[in-house]
């Protein structure tokens, strides 16, 4: 299956997630949905500096694809941003990270089980 497909068929094709990419640890989009746009700064502020440096993504926020979503949660696992009706999971992998948008009427815990499970499928299979 093509990375394209997992972001079309698994996270945005359930309904539950709005916009999602999938990232590289080591750079690089693998996939994202139609006009998903991520700037390389936003790409690096995911890769780069969620997950290794936490407190500067709680007081800054992130911002991807020109949207600045408040930091709710950031630790090793996952980080949580929202901002208004959306929000975002940014989960990593053993080799990529998922980055999923969902917007009302889609309630946070409906989009993460989505984005945990493919996570969870990914890291069994070592991606």
């Not at 698994?10 to 949905?33: D, E, M, P, R």
């Not at 006009?35 to 502020?45: C, I």
């Not at 290794?52 to 993504?57: G, K, L, R, S, W």
């Given at each position: 299956?093509?990375?394209?497909?997992?972001?079309?068929?698994?996270?945005?094709?359930?309904?539950?997630?709005?916009?999602?990419?999938?990232?590289?640890?080591?750079?690089?989009?693998?996939?994202a949905?139609?006009?998903?746009?991520?700037?390389?700064?936003?790409?690096?502020?995911?890769?780069?500096?969620?997950?290794a440096?936490?407190?500067?993504?709680?007081?800054?926020?992130?911002?991807?694809?020109g949207?600045?979503?408040?930091?709710?949660?950031?630790?090793?696992?996952e980080?949580?941003?929202?901002?208004?009706?959306?929000?975002?999971?940014?989960?990593?992998?053993?080799?990529?990270?998922?980055?999923?948008?969902?917007?009302?009427?889609?309630?946070?815990?409906?989009a993460?089980?989505?984005?945990?499970?493919?996570a969870?499928?990914?890291?069994?299979?070592?991606y």
């Amino acid at each position: 299956m093509s990375w394209q497909a997992y972001v079309d068929d698994h996270l945005v094709g359930t309904g539950k997630v709005s916009k999602a990419a999938i990232l590289g640890k080591q750079g690089g989009v693998w996939a994202a949905s139609s006009g998903y746009n991520l700037s390389q700064q936003e790409q690096d502020a995911v890769v780069k500096t969620a997950f290794a440096q936490p407190d500067q993504i709680r007081a800054n926020g992130i911002t991807l694809s020109g949207f600045k979503f408040m930091c709710i949660q950031a630790n090793p696992d996952e980080v949580i941003g929202r901002k208004g009706e959306r929000g975002v999971f940014l989960i990593p992998t053993t080799q990529a990270i998922l980055v999923a948008e969902y917007d009302a009427p889609v309630s946070a815990g409906e989009a993460n089980v989505i984005v945990t499970k493919l996570a969870d499928y990914l890291k069994s299979v070592s991606y």
